[in-house]
């Protein structure tokens, strides 16, 4: 591969690197990048064809690692993580092979669990009565992050919070 130096005067192959250190990144969204800092096409197809043979770039890697991320670093839904990951690129066949082994529907609640224990705790909420306004930011919170609104009353139920009625559907 040539030393075709651009931006901050780093060959495609540094570049591509550079950009993996910080995080693992889908194929796609690495070739955007690349696309972006006017790298030519052929230069990046070539750099992400050895990018994969080195095992450095792979989508169903990429795919577990951003599901990780997101149940246990920075939780939010399923829903929400699904289409983080076709914005970057993941293709839908890549995602319907594997996206149920790495973020199940168990795990989902159990990071919902957490998420409002943690959330009920914080205000030192979860044994005694919450207020509306509480209730309200704590809702608007899980709503924030994708989850399902009667998902979250199914969860503050189990955890025998008081004044669910006002959330209620009518």
């Given at each position: ?169 009518k």
């Amino acid at each position: 591969m040539r030393k075709n130096r651009r931006h901050n005067n780093l060959s495609p192959l540094e570049q591509a690197l550079k950009l993996l250190t910080v995080r693992p990144r889908s194929k796609w969204e690495l070739k955007q990048l690349l696309l972006d800092r006017k790298y030519t096409k052929d230069e990046i197809e070539q750099v992400i064809s050895s990018l994969i043979n080195w095992g450095y770039l792979d989508d169903i890697k990429f795919i577990e690692s951003w599901c990780y991320y997101r149940k246990h670093v920075s939780p939010k839904s399923r829903c929400f993580v699904l289409r983080e990951l076709k914005a970057k690129g993941v293709s839908s066949s890549d995602l319907e092979s594997c996206f149920n082994d790495f973020y199940s529907e168990e795990e989902e609640l159990d990071c919902l669990k957490h998420l409002m224990e943690k959330k009920l705790t914080k205000k030192h909420l979860i044994s005694s009565k919450i207020n509306e306004k509480d209730m309200q930011k704590i809702f608007s919170a899980l709503l924030r992050k994708g989850f399902n609104y009667n998902l979250i009353l199914d969860i503050f139920s189990q955890l025998g919070t008081k004044h669910l009625d006002n959330f209620q559907e009518k």
